[in-house]
């Protein structure tokens, strides 16, 4: 018991230490605007430090020249979302219930208000598929600890296997729940799904029939 309380600390030290260490702002390029006139905007996606939890990010618009035009606030997480001549930025407070707060949205000169209940309705549907492939790899990591788990009560790994999955699944939890920008909503919904539609799924597999 001893050893695993301080495997996990060890675990858990290893991730916090960085993020407790200050760093300077930085950008993400999400790619460019092309405005009626020519002129060729540069989106990004800037980030400052968070300290001990995800940075909170915003998202700017630059021209040419290296000029800010536009840009929205900090928040824990910011989606854009492009249309037909604009492009729709999705303001989420929290990742846990990914309700975006406010749309904006930018037609190449400025941001506008562009909330609405029906698209905040939809911005949930809009951050999955923003972070669609970190939702599947944690859904395969989380089955994968899972089954070695559930081999761990059935005595089946040995002892040092059962610590691995213990501190793995510590690690687990707090990325998800604490750096990461996945919702665990989210997650045990799409997670609840799977479990649910497996079983036909692997039988159409196997028969070639629903039936």
């Given at each position: 018991m001893i050893r695993q309380i301080i495997f996990f600390v060890a675990c858990f030290c290893s991730i916090a230490a960085p993020q407790a260490y200050a760093h300077r702002p930085y950008e993400r390029p999400l790619g460019v605007f092309h405005r009626s006139d020519g002129e060729n905007i540069k989106i990004v996606k800037h980030f400052i430090d968070g300290i001990l939890a995800a940075d909170p990010s915003a998202i700017r618009f630059h021209l040419s020249d290296g000029t800010t035009i536009a840009a929205s606030n900090y928040h824990t997480e910011v989606i854009i979302h492009r249309t037909t001549g604009s492009v729709e930025i999705f303001e989420f407070n929290s990742?846990?219930?990914?309700?975006?707060?406010?749309?904006?949205q930018f037609d190449g000169y400025s941001l506008k208000d562009a909330t609405t209940w029906t698209k905040r309705l939809v911005s949930p549907f809009v951050h999955i598929f923003d972070h669609l492939a970190s939702y599947l790899v944690s859904l395969v990591i989380g089955t994968f600890l899972l089954?070695?788990?559930?081999?761990?009560?059935?005595?089946?790994?040995?002892?040092?296997?059962?610590?691995?999955?213990?501190g793995g699944t510590a690690l687990y939890l707090l990325f998800i729940l604490w750096i990461s920008p996945l919702s665990p909503v989210?997650?045990?919904?799409?997670?609840?799904l799977c479990i649910v539609l497996w079983p036909p799924i692997r039988k159409f597999a196997g028969t070639g029939s629903w039936n």
């Open positions: 990742s846990w219930l990914p309700l975006a707060s406010h749309i904006r089954i070695r788990w559930k081999a761990g009560q059935a005595s089946k790994i040995s002892g040092f296997s059962k610590l691995f999955v213990g989210i997650l045990y919904v799409l997670a609840s």
